[in-house]
Structure formats: C-alpha cells, structure tokens
C-alpha cells in the first residue's frame, strides 16, 4: 500500500494530496523512531515527534517475566505440546489468582485458547470467575460490556482483542499475553511480503516480522492502563522475551516500569 499512499495521500506538490496530514497512536514506533510505519506507509519526509505518556507506568504496572524452558524441543517448533499447555494453565492459574480475575488473556491464534480455555473452566467455575472466550458467538463489544460489569471476569481472546479495547479501572487490573505475537510465517501474504524484502537484499525477519510483532505487543501491553488511576500487571508468559536476542526489542519498545523476573 504504501507506493498508492504515497502518490494520493501523502506525496507533496501534488493535486490529490492534503496539504497537512497529522498520524497520531502511542503505537506508531516500534522502537524509538518512526522508520517501520514511514516504510509501510510510503512517508519519505515528514516531522517527527516522540512525546512522554501521560501515565506514570512506573506506579501503575508491573510486568511480569516468569522464566521457564521446555524440556523437549524448542519453543518455536513445539509450541503446542502437552509439556507447554500443562505450564502455561499453571502460569494462568497462578496470575488470576494475584488479581481474583480481571484479566484478558491474549492469545496469537483459537487453537491455543480454545485448548487453555476448556483446561481452565473447571477452575474458573470452581474459584467463581465469570468466563467469557471469544468465538462463542457472542460480539466483541457486548463481550467487552459483561466483563466491564463483572467483578472477576477473565476473557479470553485473539487478535481483535490487543487492540482497540477500552476498559477503565478495576475490571480490567491483569493482562496475560501467552505468546508474543509474532504473524503466522507460511500466511500467503506475510511470505509474499518476506519473499519481496528477500529480493531486494533485506532480511525479512528484522525488517518486518519483528517490528510487526513489537507494535502489536505494545497494543497488547497497552489495554491494561487507560486512565491515570488504572493500576495492575502485565504477564508476558513467553520464554523467548528473556532467552532471544529480539526479546530485548519487545522490551525497549515499552515504557519504563517495576519489572519482577
């Protein structure tokens, strides 16, 4: 898209373009420029402005960083076996408990939540945590509204729920993100994508999958603090965020708070 922006949205000197165009988001960087979004968007010159938050996250969060290995295989290639599901429910379990729910727990794909959820429902039922799991039919704006008027709601969601939700305070005091979100690699459009920064010479990992993946942990990490009275924790239950190199991209992507590994 971004050589079609550039000529009718965002190209200067010409007819069809606006005269002043103003992007604003707390996601635009993927780290501490604009240089991700100006290549996907076509912007060649524009000024920049990187602004502080309104938010003290140094008061208002903590973000968790359990660490643990799998046994068997790697993460990447075995992410779904019997050994990480029975860690991941336990990871689960112990961080709802700290915040008696109010909690999304985010998820990169429905195969993954639908098996953590069933595994969960007993325990949730049994410790009177009102459930709600995306893709039971119900639409994501009156999910959004139950767990608003829950008192330990727990929802369970994929993409349509890192971004673009907004629940003020108690309700919402914990965000679990179970896997950092990276794109499904062998999606028609993401290899076409890889397979174009390929060509040229670039690496499509560092030039796309991961600045991707960065701004949509930041949208992710972001539904937890909407206000300046919103309080809780953020759970990255992700091994690769403190084992990888790129894990320390996520982090540099963040801003500054109480961290507990």
């Avoid at 524009?46 to 969060?61: C, G, T």
């Avoid at 195969?111 to 953590?116: F, I, K, P």
């Avoid at 999958?209 to 937890?224: E, H, T, Y």
Wanted: proline share 6%; aromatic share 10%; net charge neutral.
């Amino acid at each position: 898209m971004g050589p079609i922006l550039k000529q009718n949205l965002f190209g200067r000197g010409t007819l069809q373009c606006a005269p002043t165009i103003i992007l604003t988001s707390a996601t635009l960087t993927t780290g501490e420029d604009f240089s991700y979004l100006r290549g996907r968007l076509g912007i060649e010159d524009a000024d920049e402005l990187i602004l502080d938050s309104p938010f003290d996250y140094e008061k208002q969060v903590t973000l968790h960083l359990p660490q643990w290995t799998p046994r068997r295989g790697g993460f990447e290639t075995r992410p779904y076996d019997e050994e990480h599901l029975e860690i991941l429910i336990d990871q689960i379990r112990l961080y709802l408990k700290k915040t008696n729910g109010k909690a999304f727990v985010l998820f990169t794909n429905y195969a993954l939540m639908n098996q953590t959820y069933e595994a969960l429902l007993p325990w949730l039922v049994e410790n009177q945590m009102e459930s709600f799991k995306q893709g039971n039919g119900i639409p994501r704006h009156q999910m959004v509204e139950a767990f608003k008027k829950s008192s330990n709601g727990v929802l369970f969601g994929t993409d349509s729920f890192w971004s673009g939700v907004d629940v003020r305070g108690e309700a919402l005091s914990n965000v679990i993100i179970t896997k950092l979100p990276f794109a499904v690699p062998d999606h028609p459009v993401i290899e076409a994508r890889c397979e174009q920064i390929q060509a040229r010479g670039g690496e499509p990992f560092w030039e796309y999958s991961l600045p991707q993946a960065v701004m949509k942990f930041k949208q992710g990490f972001g539904r937890l603090i909407r206000t300046k009275n919103d309080k809780g924790i953020v759970v990255v239950l992700d091994p690769r965020i403190l084992t990888k190199q790129y894990g320390k991209n996520f982090l540099k992507a963040l801003p500054s708070c109480k961290i507990i590994i």
